[in-house]
């Protein structure tokens, strides 16, 4: 079974940063991928940031140039610094791991990141 535990919310004034940390803990295959969702009230869960075990990455358009992913293989961690936070950044936000070996997804209990205007 494997678990993942976000750190790093909180609450930051426009123009500020953040980093999010995710560790995942268990068995899960070296072929896989983690990255973040976010969802905000009344919003459906979108898709931020995700980063490959062999260094692929992708980023909402809505994050590009202020959001930036990272990784530790040997711990199973993933990163997201986040830059230049917007009001509309607030959300909920959740790490989110998958294992191309066994098909199976992870989700984290999510974080909160409220930035103020």
């Known amino acids: 079974q494997v678990q993942l535990v976000e750190s790093g919310g909180g609450l930051v004034q426009a123009g500020g940063s953040l980093r999010l940390s995710c560790a995942a803990s268990?068995?899960?295959?070296?072929?896989?991928?983690m990255g973040w969702y976010r969802q905000a009230p009344g919003k459906q869960r979108e898709l931020v940031a995700t980063?490959?075990?062999?260094?692929?990455?992708y980023y909402a358009d809505s994050v590009k140039g202020r959001f930036t992913i990272s990784r530790d293989n040997a711990k199973n961690t993933v990163y997201v610094q986040m830059n230049n936070l917007k009001p509309e950044d607030t959300a909920v936000y959740y790490c989110?791991?998958?294992?191309?070996?066994?098909?199976?997804?992870?989700w984290g209990q999510g974080t909160q990141v409220t930035v103020s205007s």
């Open positions: 980063m490959s075990s062999v260094g692929s990455t």
């Open positions: 989110w791991a998958r294992d191309h070996t066994i098909l199976i997804s992870y």
């Open positions: 268990g068995s899960i295959s070296s072929a896989n991928t």
